[in-house]
Nanobody, 120 residues
């Protein structure tokens, strides 16, 4: 099994920055593809950014490209995933979720509890 715990959310003014962290423990072999998702009130959950450990491939959603940066630290049985968010906009307000999957899987099957980001 895999456990994910996010931290770092909060309230910030437009133009400000926040850094989200996600501590991953358990079967990290099943977490070689990871991503940050978000869900705003009344909207569907969307993938913000993803990273693949095997080759470092990174993807960003068009709305956050050039403003957000995903990164990770991997050690034996422990992974920390980060999302540096700069130049925040009010439309970035959402609950942000860390998620993991084995890259052979299509869907993310491990999720954190979410952390609220509010931009005003």
């Amino acid at each position: 099994d895999v456990q994910l715990v996010e931290s770092g959310g909060g309230s910030v003014q437009a133009g400000g920055s926040l850094r989200l962290s996600c501590a991953v423990s358990g079967n990290t072999y099943s977490s070689n593809c990871m991503g940050w998702h978000r869900q705003a009130p009344g909207k569907e959950r969307e993938l913000v950014s993803s990273i693949r450990s095997s080759d470092g491939n990174i993807q960003y959603g068009s709305s956050v490209k050039d403003r957000f940066t995903i990164s990770q630290e991997r050690a034996q049985n422990k992974i920390t995933l980060y999302l540096q968010m700069d130049s925040l906009k009010t439309e970035d307000t959402a609950v942000y979720y860390c998620a993991a999957r084995h890259c052979s899987e299509y869907k993310y099957n491990y999720w954190g509890q979410g952390t609220q980001v509010t931009v005003s």
